[in-house]
Structures are given as C-alpha cells and as structure tokens.
C-alpha cells in the first residue's frame, strides 16, 4: 500500500502545482488533522482539522504568494505512512520578494486517504516518528 500512498502524494503535489487545490486536496480525509511546526513562515493555525481548515490555510499561502509552488525532494515508505522532504517557493504578492523554505511532512494514510500530516523540524525526526531509520 506504501507505493500506492507515495502515487497519491505526488498526484496531489502535481495538482497543486498545477493551480488544483481541489484535486490535491482529494487526497485527505474529511477529518483529516494537519499539524503545523510551531513558526511556520506563515501566520496560520498550527493545528487544522478537517479539510476545510486545511483548504483555507493552504488558500492564505496562495493569496500572499500567487505562484506559490512545492517540489518533492524526498519521499520515503514506512508501513503506512510516508514522510516527504520537500521545497517550497514563492514570491510576496505586495513585496515582490522571493521566498524559499524546506519541510518535512510525516503523511500518515487509512484507507488511501490521509487522516494526519505533522511538519517535523527535519528528516531524521519524521523518519524516527514513522518508525523508520
């Protein structure tokens, strides 16, 4: 099921890019809960429940960086689960200032649907969350 699961981050990263934040979001559960690191470059929640909360932090990173965009650098299986090392770039939409930032997400899936995502401050950390060295 991991292949299956690490298919459908890349689908949903795919869709994002391509302006689908309907289709890339397809891939959480209703009641899915999306943990935020604790100083995200963003002022957004550092806890989403469900796919509307999520929906509508994603749609705040859009309205401040227009051509906000994520390129997987990483992703690694562990049982059902899966954490993906990836970038993210953008430029302010009132300062025209380009940013860039790295992020760890440890995706954990049922049913091929992501019930939770947890930024970690880096790799090793998820890896030893998931179980995984």
Known sequence: MTQENVDAIR???????????????????????????AGNPLDTGEVLRGRDQI????????????????????????EEKVVCVQSWTGTGRGSGIPTEFKEVILYSFENGKVTEARVYPDRASALEAAGSS
């Open 11 to 37: 689908r949903s990263n795919k869709a994002f890019n391509e302006g689908d934040l309907e289709t890339a979001l397809e891939l959480f559960d209703t009641d899915a809960v999306y943990y935020e690191q």
């Open 55 to 78: 929906r509508g932090s994603v749609s705040s990173y859009i309205a401040e960086f227009p051509d906000f965009r994520s390129v997987i650098d990483e992703l690694v299986e562990a």
